[in-house]
């Protein structure tokens, strides 16, 4: 059995720090060649959300599973579990394990006189915090009956950085496109992301619970942003992006280095989502040794401890954890109830694959805004 690659716990935050090929292949479109955008303008216009594009929050809803090129590796599998967090707001991580994470979230604005879209998209990687927002400033009606938007960086534009999302049914095609805040002439494709909507009844029952969908705005920028804290490259004057960053060496503590880099929309400030720590007890066997832990909806074991394959496609986290820690905090966690499943990677070869060891999936309820703590022990299941 080998379901995951080690690499995916290195995957960079979405548009910083790292280069992108020029040449990656756009799975976003129909049928046939494609062109890449040419127009990189740094102006930012934003859609009316009062005439239209206000559905790009109801179509994000979902446990989207699908397959992943991110620079020039591609994932066979990847998800994201978008769940609405309040009445305006919804919320999708990659929770990436030691090394750092990987968020997006959408939700309702005012900025520049316009009711509006706007997205959060970054987190941490290897104790560098990055958040940046992007403004919803284009919309398409496809021949094929699908939807497509266009969401550009804040401050720069298109000729900063941009993603677009195009939807069909129950089909996602999600691409990003990045000049590292600048430092390159022409932003290029750094991810490109197909999912088909899995267990929609989820976001469902977190939008019946928090009043979704409302156009209300779920943070205030109609002043824009703070150009104190906004980030400037070496050698610039100004920032060219609406980007926010702080790095302190060390991701033990989100909530200083969020206050350290001014970001205006921090942790504490999202409603609902919550925290759970999961504690490990070591034994002989898995001593020294790095280890997976897995949220889903279905138990990934049967009842003696054993990985049953078919059931890896209700994941909903994939954590990589390096073998010096024996805890994980699961952060801005979609309230539900959980299968939670360690499993030990004794070969150290970045897969679950034979003689990895785990223990039964244990079940938990998650409740809103709130702080849990789990410890798995009898890990001691060979596989």
């Not at 009711?115 to 021949?143: C, E, H, K, P």
């Not at 919550?274 to 504690?279: D, I, Q």
């Not at 030990?344 to 849990?372: C, K, L, Y």
Request: charged share 25%.
């Amino acid at each position: 059995m080998k379901l995951f690659k080690k690499e995916v716990w290195i995957i960079p935050l979405l548009f910083f720090t790292l280069g992108c090929e020029d040449e990656i292949r756009n799975i976003a479109a129909n049928e046939g060649p494609v062109e890449e955008p040419t127009e990189f303008s740094p102006e930012v216009n934003p859609v009316d959300i009062n005439i239209d594009g206000f559905d790009l929050l109801e179509n994000m809803q979902g446990h989207w599973t699908g397959s992943m090129r991110i620079i020039a590796d591609d994932l066979d599998w990847f998800a994201f579990d978008y769940r609405p967090v309040s009445s305006s707001h919804i919320f999708g991580i990659f929770e990436g394990g030691s090394a750092g994470d990987l968020l997006t979230s959408f939700f309702v604005t005012d900025f520049k006189d316009k009711r509006t879209i706007m997205a959060r998209n970054g987190g941490l990687l290897n104790g560098l915090y990055r958040t940046s927002y992007f403004v919803l400033d284009s919309i398409r009606y496809d021949n094929d009956n699908s939807k497509y938007y266009r969401l550009v960086d804040a401050r720069g534009g298109a000729a900063t950085m941009f993603m677009e999302l195009r939807f069909k049914r129950d089909s996602l095609y999600f691409n990003a496109y990045t000049s590292r805040l600048g430092l390159n002439l022409v932003p290029t494709r750094h991810m490109t992301f197909k999912a088909k909507r899995e267990n929609p009844d989820l976001a469902l029952a977190a939008a019946q619970y928090v009043g979704f969908p409302l156009n209300e705005p779920a943070r205030d920028f109609s002043r824009g942003f703070s150009t104190e804290y906004l980030y400037v490259n070496p050698g610039d004057t100004e920032a060219r992006s609406a980007t926010f960053l702080a790095e302190q060496g060390a991701n033990d503590d989100i909530f200083s280095l969020a206050d350290a880099s001014g970001d205006p929309f921090r942790i504490q400030d999202h409603p609902y989502l919550s925290f759970l720590t999961v504690n490990i007890e070591r034994n002989q066997e898995i001593n020294g040794k790095p280890w997976f832990v897995y949220l889903s909806r279905e138990s990934l074991t049967d009842t003696d401890g054993y990985l049953k394959e078919a059931s890896f496609g209700s994941v909903f986290r994939f954590p990589e954890i390096l073998s010096e820690y024996d805890s994980f905090t699961f952060t801005y966690l979609h309230p539900g109830n959980y299968f939670v499943t360690v499993i030990a990677d004794v070969n150290e070869d970045g897969f679950i694959s034979a003689g990895d060891i785990t223990h039964r999936s244990r079940w938990i309820t998650i409740n809103p805004e709130e702080a849990t703590a789990i410890t798995i022990d009898g890990i001691n299941v060979r596989n």
